[in-house]
Nanobody, 127 residues
Framework: QVQLVESGGGLVQAGGSLRLSCAATGRTFSSYAMGWFRQAAGKEREFVAA????????DYADSVKGRFTISRDNAKNTMYLQMNSLKPEDTAVYYC????????????????????WGQGTQVTVSS
């Protein structure tokens, strides 16, 4: 089992940047496929980005491609989301997720693919 804690959210102006972190407990972080999701007020939670166990494969929602970068440091049990050129429509609570059911190079992009979730961190982008 793994516990996830997000950090790095906050208030930023449009065009600015933020870096989210997701710290995981346990000694088997490299066994988990990881992902970022977000949920805006009044909307359903949606996929943002995902990364394979080794970090060699990544995928992004079309809405964030070219602006966001997902990465992980397995030695530090931490996953990151670098968010650049932020837009007001990026405002949401951002959640990290993990699951160890998948093959090493596999990327998971749906909520049902993940068993473990963090509590979320608020990102607010002002216009």
């Amino acid at each position: 089992q793994v516990q996830l804690v997000e950090s790095g959210g906050g208030l930023v102006q449009a065009g600015g940047s933020l870096r989210l972190s997701c710290a995981a407990t346990g000694r088997t972080f490299s066994s988990y496929a990881m992902g970022w999701f977000r949920q805006a007020a009044g909307k359903e939670r949606e996929f943002v980005a995902a990364i394979s166990r080794s970090g060699g494969s990544t995928d992004y929602a079309d809405s964030v491609k070219g602006r966001f970068t997902i990465s992980r440091d397995n030695a530090k049990n931490t996953m990151y989301l670098q968010m650049n050129s932020l837009k007001p429509e990026d405002t949401a609570v951002y959640y990290c997720a993990a699951d160890r059911r998948w093959a090493p190079s596999s990327i998971q992009v749906t909520m049902a693919d993940y068993s473990y979730w963090g509590q979320g961190t608020q990102v607010t982008v002002s216009s």
